[in-house]
């Protein structure tokens, strides 16, 4: 759906599921989120994963996904593609969702 073969500002988007309340919801959730993330463009660097706690506390699991820019990241966020997944993630897990500009491009 979107172009990200020149060079933009990437972004980044950070989710932490800090309780899944509904097992069989987060499933679905993680079943129907990544075809519609790479549609946009994104590209999970981390996808499920089981954070080591250096300080503080930590959620059950975290994704990362590198976006093209933050326009597309929240076109994503914000999309009729999208808003199942949305729907079912508000029930089904307690979550941190961040989203970060990353660096510019050096080359």
Do not use: C, H, K
């Not at 972004?11 to 993680?30: F, H, K």
């Not at 729907?87 to 897990?93: G, K, V």
Request: glycine share 6%.
């Amino acid at each position: 759906m979107f172009d990200n073969t020149t060079a933009r500002t990437p972004a980044y988007s950070i989710t932490e599921v800090l309780e899944v309340l509904d097992p069989a919801g987060a499933q679905r959730y993680a079943e129907l989120t990544p075809p519609v993330v790479e549609e946009f463009g994104g590209r999970f660097v981390v996808l499920g994963a089981s954070p080591t706690v250096a300080e503080g506390q930590a959620g059950v699991a975290v994704a990362i996904v590198q976006w093209p820019d933050m326009a597309t990241l929240q076109a994503w966020y914000d999309s009729t593609e999208y808003a199942p997944a949305r729907r079912i993630a508000a029930t089904a897990m307690r979550r941190r969702l961040l989203f970060l500009p990353g660096l510019a491009p050096t080359d």
